[in-house]
Nanobody, 126 residues
């Protein structure tokens, strides 16, 4: 399984970015996917997840500002980020796990996923 993120950039506070994650090497017939971020000196933080039935869940820190979506046919995961703040500065990662799970209504956790991308840098200046 290979996950490749793109779309990271430097933007000003209040701006928007859309991150993409292209998945390959597996069928993803019943997988779920998520986005995480890690700022310098901080633990990796779960942001959002999307399940095989289309259900989504978000961390409180990004709810209402970030939107997770996917193009199933192209196996591309997206994260639309609006109203960006300096505290959103981090490396952003996508992750996936094959296999059905009942959607959970909480922020994703690291041990919910098996495969990870290399990350893309997002920098938000004030």
């Amino acid at each position: 399984v290979q996950l490749v993120e793109s779309g990271g950039d430097s933007v000003q506070s209040g701006g928007s970015l859309r991150l993409s994650c292209v998945a390959s090497g597996y069928a993803c017939s019943n997988c779920y996917m998520g986005w995480f971020r890690q700022a310098p000196g901080k633990e990796r933080e779960g942001l959002a997840a999307i399940f095989s039935d289309g259900t989504t869940t978000y961390a409180d820190s990004v709810k209402g500002r970030f939107t997770i979506s996917q193009d199933n046919a192209k196996k591309i995961l997206y994260l639309q980020m609006d109203s960006l703040k300096p505290e959103d500065t981090a490396v952003y990662y996508c992750a996936t796990r094959e296999g059905y799970t009942t959607p959970w209504h909480r922020a994703p956790r690291i041990n919910d996923f098996d495969f990870w991308g290399q990350g893309t840098q997002v920098t938000v200046s004030s």
